[in-house]
């Protein structure tokens, strides 16, 4: 069951720096293995500034709910202070408020909603998506702006409403245009928005951060990036994305693949 929310607009939760969209390790069996999340952590907690499990690089619409539950419990359990911010890529807002319920009491800092699952919905109604959990979820919101697993395109003028509402603390913004990243970044005043592509965080000035899956692989290359925005800094970080592959629709394989190589992960196949 879920309480009303009648606190004030909450504060960021990270107000910037590169978070660490973890991929889900699962053995043999489809079982979370809490070890490998715990080398995930570890591997790269010195160069990240918070934690994102469960979304789409996590093949988070694709766990079940005790995976879900197993890759929360056991990223909140081995962050050692940095912030957990959950995803929850699902159909219904009602599902999205449940997960925001069961990662609060799990102790996660923020849950990441989605657009609704399911295929293309109208502006008000995916906006209503957004704004039914941010009123009803007992954790603040952080937005996750993607189309390509949702199916759902969200205009700049539908994002800049959902940055508004109360209790919304950042975006992570995929949309692959920088010009709306850049609107967002305006309109977003106190709220920041990161930009979800690390080869258009040159694109983006103003952007607060990067949500990059190449901080499993180098979490100190995309940290200098963001101390130097500058163009060879950027040449570095979009050649090594291209290096291990990370532009490709099969990008989550790819870095689980080369996780286990390096023996950070036991078993590289997908959810």
Known sequence: MTRPVTDPPARPV?????????????????AVSEPCVRA?????RSGVAALMPAISCGEGWRLSAEQWRAMVEFTVRHADGLPCLVGAQVATAAEAVERAAVAADLGADAVVVAPPMGGPASPEAVYGHFATVAAASELPVFVYNESAVSGNRIDRETLIRILRLDRVVGMKES???????????REAADTPVFQGWEDLMLDTPGAAGLVAPLAHLDAG???ALLRDRSPARQAAVTAACHRYGLFGDDYVLRVKAELFRRGVIAHPGPV
């Open 40 to 44: 995930l952590i570890g591997a790269a």
């Open 221 to 223: 290359l995309c940290g």
């Open 175 to 185: 949309s692959r245009s920088p010009e709306t990243t850049l609107a967002l970044v």
């Open 14 to 30: 990270v107000g910037g720096g590169l978070v660490l969209p973890l991929v889900t390790p699962v053995g043999p069996d489809g």
